[in-house]
Every structure is written in C-alpha cells, then in structure tokens.
T-cell receptor, first 111, second 115 residues
Framework: KQEVTQIPAALSVPEGENLVLNCSFTDSAIYNLQWFRQDPGKGLTSLLL?????REQTSGRLNASLDKSSGRSTLYIAASQPGDSATYLCAVKSNTGKLIFGQGTTLQVKP | DTEVTQTPKHLVMGMTNKKSLKCEQH?????MYWYKQKAKKPPELMFV???????INESVPSRFSPECPNSSLLNLHLHALQPEDSALYLC??????????????FGSGTQLSVL
C-alpha cells in the first residue's frame, strides 16, 4: 500500500530565504507526482507535476525534483515571500489512478 | 477557462435534511472527482467518475450519493448526514483518469457543517 510522508509538518522562515520541502513515498511504481498549494479553507492549486519518467520541473521560483528509485521528491522555493505562506501537499498518482496525498507542510514566511 | 466551480461555498444542514453539492467544469475534462477534507488533514478520495460513469467508490456510506448528469456537471446528494460528516468537500477534474501527465484541477470547495 502506497504511503506518502511529508517532512517537516510545519516550517517558519524569514522572508527571502530559500527553502526545501520534502516528500517521500513507499512504492516507486507511480504515474506522476504533483505538488499542490492550499490556502486555509480553500481548494488546492496545482503547482508542478512531474511525470514518472522525468527528474524535475520548474515554474518561476519553484523547482520540484523526483527520484523514483529512492522514493523522494523535493520542492525548492527560492527567495520566499510572505505570499508563499500556505500548506503545501505532495500527491502521488498510483497505477490504480488514485491520487494519494501526504499530510502536508504548513509554511509561514515572516516579513 | 481553467476553473472548477463549486456551489454553495458554505452549507449548514440538520441531520434530517436533504441537500446537494454542485460542481461544474468547462475544460472538456472526462474525469471528475469528489474528495472530503477534514481540518488539518489531506483530502480523502470519495468517488471518481470517468466518462460520466462511476469508476471508483471508496466505500463511502450511502448517505452520500454522487451523480454525473453530463460531462461538465457533478453532483453530490446528501441525506441523513451525521455531525462527523462536517468537512470541506472538494470537487476536482482531469482530462482522463489514467495517464502520466494528468493534472488535477480543484474547485474551492463547499464547507459543510452538519448540526
């Protein structure tokens, strides 16, 4: 059974710092991995999707990497801003088509 | 149009009420999903529709009844809910259920409170 773990559960950094969020999964037989952002009481916004054959994806200040063999993904946020404060969720799409979410990392960027 | 629209945004209902949640997308997606999210927890999959047919039911109690009238609409009918069913209900869509490059697009959710 696929399990997805995110570390840390919460993170507080000063504005301008570069930071890394971690995601690990137990079964390497995945279709893709997505990183989402969720603001309190709101829906999820897809940030990046990495297909199983890819190693990384970039969008603006965000870079996500995928190492299937070790069951790990990282989300790198450069030059963090207060507007980046949110919960970040990684989700793995299994071969059943289901999306399995990690517990999320709640990020606070202080001005 | 890359939006998934959910109505209502907030809903308060008693345990004897019948209500419906609605979801709409106009991206031509053929897969639609219902998720349930409790506070400070990740979303949990409830139902998946593929080409307007129910393809996955994650052993959801029968007091939740999904319906997909057409490829753009998804409803969730609620009846005789319990207070523990209070949660954020999220609708999502994607081009297809399978495939390696299928992004999920989520609506902003319906915050449901059962009294």
């Amino acid at each position: 059974k696929q399990e997805v773990t995110q570390i840390p559960a919460a993170l507080s950094v000063p504005e301008g710092e570069n930071l890394v969020l971690n995601c690990s999964f137990t079964d390497s037989a995945i279709y893709n991995l997505q990183w989402f952002r969720q603001d309190p009481g709101k829906g999820l916004t897809s940030l990046l999707l990495i297909q199983s054959s890819q190693r990384e994806q970039t969008s603006g200040r965000l870079n996500a990497s995928l190492d299937k063999s070790s069951g790990r993904s990282t989300l790198y946020i450069a030059a963090s801003q207060p507007g980046d404060s949110a919960t970040y969720l990684c989700a793995v799409k299994s071969n059943t088509g289901k999306l399995i979410f990690g517990q999320g990392t709640t990020l606070q960027v202080k001005p | 149009d890359t939006e998934v629209t959910q109505t209502p945004k907030h809903l308060v209902m008693g345990m004897t009420n019948k209500k419906s949640l609605k979801c709409e997308q106009h991206m031509g997606h053929r897969a639609m999903y219902w998720y349930k999210q409790k506070a400070k927890k990740p979303p949990e999959l409830m139902f998946v529709y593929s080409y307007e047919k129910l393809s996955i039911n994650e052993s959801v109690p029968s007091r939740f009844s999904p319906e997909c009238p057409n490829s753009s609409l998804l409803n969730l009918h609620l009846h005789a809910l319990q207070p523990e069913d209070s949660a954020l209900y999220l609708c999502a869509s994607s081009q297809e259920v399978g495939g390696t490059n299928e992004k999920l697009f989520f609506g902003s959710g319906t915050q449901l409170s059962v009294l």
